[in-house]
């Protein structure tokens, strides 16, 4: 969308919105939204400028998940009535649709499926193509959902079932959701070549189901154009081995550099839900990887840190934001009956009885947000590995919040000083240590 039509509808954006939120939230919300306009060129679909606009809104305020959907509802009908309003010459020139089916990309992602929709699609070629034309048209063009519970199944089968080996709706979905999100991502990719837009960053979902291979992309910064060579290349080539080493299946989490990286752009794996965003560079987090002072030098340290030495500013700056999102009592994927007590019992409640009057918060709504308010804006981010997994320690004054990395849940929240803390975690490590030898 053309940037002066952003400024023209600017006010009115921000008039309609304040009426969403409660007065007490309206500068947050203004100073969210004068970001996201400013970088409106960037925005391919009314998708990406309204997660842009709630992600920005998470970094300055927390919003009930009501507001949220009452502000998309409202969002989504600003932007059609606007883009109603364009030019014809700058829809045509300015604004490119994701949702359009584009053949080189089909044909792209049949190439791709020739070893992976091969494997349970049985048929020939043009079977394969016009499963991948009917899933572009109703699924990108029509916009109806992927995921659980999708009605697109049903016809799916209807048209195709006798191809599928075996004939069951996982293996349809499988099918359907992995090669929409083949077709989505790399459309998106040359949505950007078109655009110019030059960075674009790997967004993971980032919810309790997320798998490790897609946590260790999220938020990996990749540029355009060399992305783009490597689609010119599957398109161009009909060697099967060179598309399958160029866009392979990824099974364990990637921990080397991103030119090193085998898969550039999602989907990463069979039902892999991550998808690519523009990248717009934004203001850095202090950010300390390295064993804080004293701290004994441990195996899962040491591979913590090789593992974060390859990553930018940028890309640490995005692990960090992933966790603006963190919740209490968020379950494991697979998780066991003990688990389950911790997370969806009385963990909260026994945190908050635990601390609350240390940290000044009369409600565990007071509680959780101050919480929220340390990850949101903290003097300092330390990242540590140990048995049970990786942990993001905020440190806001002589506020502490730890979230997990694993399944982005907050673990604890309390009143402690920095150096406080390091002492323990040298004492605690230290003992840890003397009883391994």
């Given at each position: 969308m053309a940037e002066g039509a952003w400024d023209r509808e600017g006010n009115d954006f921000v008039e309609r919105l304040m009426k969403l939120v409660l007065p007490s939230l309206n500068r947050g919300l203004e100073e969210a939204l004068s970001d996201v306009f400013r970088l409106a060129r960037f925005f391919i679909s009314f998708n990406d400028l309204s997660r842009m606009i709630l992600l920005k809104l998470e970094e300055k305020v927390r919003l009930p998940e009501q507001v949220k959907d009452r502000l998309l509802k409202e969002l989504e009908d600003i932007y059609r009535k606007t883009q109603a309003q364009l030019p014809l010459n700058i829809m045509q020139d300015d604004f490119f649709d994701f949702r359009t089916q584009d053949l080189r990309t089909i044909n792209y992602a049949l190439k791709l499926n020739d070893f992976y929709l091969g494997k349970f699609f049985q048929g020939d070629r043009e079977i394969r193509l016009r499963a991948l034309s009917w899933m572009s048209r109703y699924y990108l063009e029509?916009?109806?959902?992927?995921?659980?519970?999708?009605?697109?199944?049903?016809?799916?089968?209807?048209?195709?079932?006798?191809?599928?080996?075996?004939?069951?709706?996982?293996?349809?979905?499988?099918?359907?959701?992995?090669?929409?999100?083949?077709?989505?991502?790399?459309?998106?990719?040359?949505?950007?070549?078109?655009?110019?837009?030059?960075?674009?960053?790997?967004?993971?979902?980032?919810?309790?189901?997320?798998?490790?291979?897609?946590?260790?992309?999220?938020?990996?910064?990749?540029?355009?154009?060399?992305?783009?060579?490597i689609l010119d290349t599957i398109e161009s080539s009909e060697d099967p081995t060179i598309i399958r080493d160029l866009k392979p299946i990824l099974n364990k989490p990637w921990t080397g550099p991103i030119d090193s990286i085998p898969n550039r752009w999602p989907p990463a794996h069979p039902l892999c839900r991550c998808r690519i965003v523009a990248y717009e560079e934004e203001e850095e987090l202090p950010v300390i990887v390295e064993r804080p002072p004293g701290v004994p030098d441990t195996p899962l340290q040491r591979e913590l840190e090789q593992e974060y030495s390859v990553f930018t500013k940028a890309e640490l700056t995005n692990r960090i934001k992933a966790h603006l999102g963190s919740e209490w009592a968020r379950p494991p994927a697979e998780p066991k009956e003990k688990d389950i007590r911790n997370f969806l019992g009385k963990y909260l409640e026994k945190h908050f009885e635990k601390h609350h009057q240390k940290v000044g918060a009369k409600t565990i709504e007071e509680y959780k947000n101050m919480a929220y308010n340390v990850i949101r804006n903290p003097d300092r981010v330390y990242v540590e590995r140990n048995n049970g997994g990786t942990y993001y320690i905020f440190f806001k004054g002589d506020l502490m919040v730890a979230t997990s990395d694993d399944n982005l849940s907050i673990t604890s929240f309390y009143r402690i000083k920095e150096e406080e803390w390091i002492k323990r975690r040298v004492q605690t490590l230290s003992s840890a240590i003397l009883r391994i030898l």
């Open positions: 029509e916009g109806n959902p992927i995921g659980r519970g999708q009605k697109g199944i049903k016809e799916f089968l209807e048209r195709f079932k006798e191809y599928i080996q075996p004939q069951t709706e996982w293996k349809a979905r499988q099918i359907i959701d992995t090669s929409v999100n083949y077709l989505r991502n790399s459309a998106r990719l040359r949505a950007f070549q078109k655009a110019q837009v030059k960075y674009y960053r790997w967004d993971a979902v980032g919810d309790r189901l997320t798998c490790p291979v897609c946590r260790s992309l999220d938020g990996r910064v990749f540029r355009t154009e060399d992305s783009v060579k």
